[in-house]
């Protein structure tokens, strides 16, 4: 199993409305791509110096080669309009994660 892993840090002067769009818009678009099997985000629990708020979501998906299509054929877009809804008041980073194991 693949983790495809979004780190977010949100400007408290859009968080309340980057929260509505994440929830309800951006990762149910994000999901109807039939690449991945669930999501979950959660809040980082620090305090960055540059202020605002961090939060992850992790996408779960079958393999290298979905999250690679997922690159391809979606992400793109997906990625596009949070630049154009949120600019430079959101910064973003991505990681991908194998599951090796769990307990």
Request: net charge negative.
């Amino acid at each position: 199993m693949i983790i495809y892993n979004v780190t977010t840090n949100i400007h408290e002067s859009v968080h309340d409305q980057w929260m509505i769009w994440m929830q309800h818009k951006h990762i149910p678009e994000v999901l109807a791509t039939g690449k991945f099997s669930s999501a979950r985000m959660v809040r980082v629990l620090i305090e960055e110096e540059m202020g605002g708020v961090t939060y992850s979501v992790q996408y779960t998906t079958d393999s290298k080669e979905t999250l690679e299509k997922y690159y391809q054929e979606d992400a793109p877009a997906l990625r596009e309009e949070g630049v154009k809804l949120f600019g430079d008041k959101m910064l973003a980073f991505r990681t991908e994660l194998e599951l090796i194991s769990e307990h």
